[in-house]
């Protein structure tokens, strides 16, 4: 695909106002995906080709015979493979990104489905025929010639005056995922492409106003000079220099910079970490392979002073505070143990992790906890602590970061019915079965909160599911016959799974409409205030807004809101005509039954693929006790999500009665749920969106 128009060679400041616009757009939608893949809310991450093949090679090696007999594992994978195939269009006769990106492996995707499909036709390839196809998948989709045609896709898209944005996004999806099978984390990556299409006289205005920026602002565009004192006597030299170098790029050079970022070969580093709970006999060192256990009051810092004598220090400056945290971090202790590992790579937070892990092995592997280290208070043996240093080959400080773990997102609120919880966890009789089931769910789920490994925190949140299906009775799954097949039929038959497909289905769409229609009131409701976006009338205003707390948030009557809903959208709707996409949103999830019908099936759909794949990946973990996965971090953060969802379903249950005599067994409140969610379902087919909207805030 060649691009040689003028406007591909031109510098970003002389490309047509429509490019320029198109550019912004882009450059919006790498964000908003890298933020979406790292929230966990793009719905398409989990199912790319790039990382569901390796799940797939893992199920034929490690799980054949069953995954052969598996209609539901077969169908998933064979839905995913065929939007990368020719048949996929994006509008009459014009073939998707997909299916462009995917065209030099497209013979081996048919192989694959053929295989997927192929039952016992001897004429056609089976399942232990496909993995060289597999193999060679793995390698060309992630080579750089890949990247290449992603590239020329974008600067396609660019040049068009109306641009898909359908097809934007999965072509920057694409890319983003391809830098993070190369090593970077998300956040590394978010204003990756923001940088390459900056402007030289956005860096310049920064950089000339930062004391220390010509040192250490890492905002310019790849390939930049660098300040050298000795090469630019002045600011102005450099700044003429910079200034050529970015008027020499054209918008496609911009652009394929990244093709020299991604081939990048990675450079030395040094990671260390302060240690607790360690010491060496005799306060000596010790080198393991490229791990080295040092004090450095005794043994000597690796790090070294960024500043030369002659060195002009602006105590102000952020080079200087830089040094600071350095001299903070390895504080001259004779009895404080650091470790630093030799790592090579090009992503500072990826090195860290791997670091981790490397020092988890020396520790685990070459020393002895018992006669090493001393355990902690709660006996638990805490050694690398959260803050870390980063610094090049020679030892001078390349990145530094002050953390501290928090799992806020994920605890269970601790401040409702503390009476009644107090009496469960305080009694010393046999507790209320459902209690019972339901604290040790909320224990399970603890730990899995508080592991390290995203191994641990995926089978501590399965068992906390499992455990709930375990102690019901059996339940059945039931939704509207309006539904389409691969909704109402296609489930994973085995174990209770396709319970607690429906379940978390039930609960999940639940909690999404929730959330989506208290933030609509909530933005109403904040007229006059000084965040205000959206217009509402007063006589609108009054039907359910109630008053502004001291805290700031904002009392709205819900069944009000709820009993007049159309009003108020229709009020909305006419008084905010330029959030369109907002009023879509609405309509779609609470207005439009056809739509909030398609929504929900899909919904029902992602869940229930979502626990398969966790499944898949339990099985994997507890019966080869390892998964090649690449969504394994993925699917433990979503795994802790569905179970947190559950426990607070069956807790406000539990609080709805008034004593412990009136708790119903947890297959019955399951049932419940099941009935409420199918009425609320038959009531979207019908049109009755008032019965649908109060089942959301039941």
């Excluded at 990048?264 to 392979?289: C, D, H, R, T």
């Excluded at 280290?373 to 020679?394: A, F, G, P, R, V």
């Excluded at 959208?569 to 398609?598: A, M, P």
């Amino acid at each position: 695909m060649d691009h040689n128009c003028d406007a591909c060679d031109s510098k970003i400041e002389d490309i047509p106002e429509f490019i320029r616009q198109n550019l912004i757009v882009v450059k919006s939608i790498w964000r908003d995906s890298c933020e979406a893949i790292k929230e966990l809310k793009d719905n398409d991450y989990n199912k790319h080709l790039i990382l569901i093949i390796t799940d797939l090679e893992e199920e034929i090696l490690e799980n054949r015979e069953i995954f052969s007999k598996n209609q539901f594992a077969k169908n998933y994978f064979t839905t995913q493979i065929k939007q990368y195939l020719e048949g996929t269009k994006k509008s009459a006769g014009e073939p998707s990104a997909k299916s462009l990106w995917a065209k030099p492996i497209s013979t081996q995707l048919k192989f694959i489905l053929e295989a997927l499909n192929s039952a016992s036709d001897s004429k056609k390839f089976e399942l232990k025929d496909i993995l060289y196809s597999v193999e060679i998948i793995q390698k060309e989709i992630i080579s750089v010639e890949s990247l290449e045609g992603l590239l020329n896709l974008l600067i396609t898209e660019i040049l068009k005056e109306e641009m898909n944005r359908e097809e934007l996004k999965f072509i920057v999806n694409t890319i983003i995922i391809m830098f993070i099978e190369r090593g970077y984390y998300v956040k590394t990556l978010e204003y990756l492409l923001h940088k390459q299409l900056s402007l030289f006289q956005d860096h310049w205005n920064r950089i000339s106003t930062s004391t220390d920026g010509l040192y250490l602002y890492g905002g310019l565009i790849y390939g930049s000079p660098k300040y050298n004192e000795e090469v630019y006597s002045e600011n102005e030299d450099y700044k003429i220099a910079l200034k050529q170098y970015y008027d020499s790029l054209g918008l496609k050079d911009r652009i394929f910079l990244m093709k020299k970022i991604y081939v990048e070969p990675p450079k030395k580093y040094k990671v260390i970490f302060k240690l607790s709970n360690f010491a060496l006999a005799n306060s000596q060192s010790l080198n393991i392979g490229n791990v080295y256990f040092y004090i450095p009051k005794i043994h000597g810092k690796i790090t070294k002073s960024i500043f030369r004598d002659d060195t002009y220090i602006d105590e102000i400056s952020d080079l200087v505070q830089f040094e600071k945290r350095i001299q903070e971090f390895e504080v001259m202790s004779e009895s404080i143990y650091y470790v630093a590992v030799d790592i090579e790579g090009n992503d500072f937070y990826s090195m860290k992790d791997q670091a981790i892990r490397t020092v988890e092995r020396a520790v685990s592997v070459f020393l002895r906890k018992d006669t090493l280290m001393k355990k902690t208070n709660n006996n638990e043996i805490q050694i690398i602590l959260n803050n870390y240093i980063i610094c090049d080959d020679l030892g001078e400080g390349a990145f530094f970061e002050y953390s501290s773990r928090s799992n806020k997102e994920f605890d269970i609120p601790n401040n409702i019915y503390t009476d009644r919880i107090g009496h469960w966890l305080s009694s010393k009789n046999s507790l209320n079965k459902s209690v019972e089931t339901w604290l040790t769910a909320i224990e399970l789920y603890r730990k899995s909160v508080e592991s390290v490994q995203s191994s641990d925190a995926l089978l501590y949140s399965w068992y906390s599911l499992e455990h709930f299906i375990n102690k019901s009775e059996k339940i059945t799954v039931r939704l509207p016959r309006e539904f389409d097949k691969s909704v109402f039929e296609e489930w994973y038959n085995a174990n209770n799974i396709s319970v607690l497909q429906l379940l978390l289905a039930i609960v999940t769409i639940k909690s999404h409409l929730f959330d989506l229609l208290i933030t609509f009131a909530d933005n109403l409701a904040r007229k006059g205030f000084p965040w205000d976006r959206y217009s509402v009338s007063d006589e609108i205003l009054n039907i359910f807004f109630i008053s502004k707390k001291d805290n700031g948030s904002i009392g709205i009557n819900a069944s009000n809101f709820l009993e007049n809903f159309q009003l108020i959208f229709d009020d909305f709707e006419q008084k905010n005509s330029q959030f369109d996409k907002y009023i879509s949103e609405i309509r779609g999830h609470f207005i439009d039954h056809t739509t909030c019908l398609n929504k929900i099936k899909q919904a029902m759909i992602d869940v229930k693929n979502d626990v398969y794949n966790i499944y898949r990946i339990r099985n994997m973990l507890v019966h080869s006790s390892n998964t090649k996965s690449k969504l394994l971090e993925y699917y433990s953060k979503r795994n802790k999500e569905y179970s947190l969802r559950l426990i607070l379903e069956i807790r406000k249950h539990l609080f709805a009665t008034e004593s412990d005599t009136e708790i119903q067994p947890i297959s019955t409140y399951f049932t419940r749920m099941i009935i409420d969610a199918n009425v609320a379902f038959e009531a979207v087919v019908n049109n009755d969106m008032d019965k649908f909207r109060k089942w959301i805030i039941q």
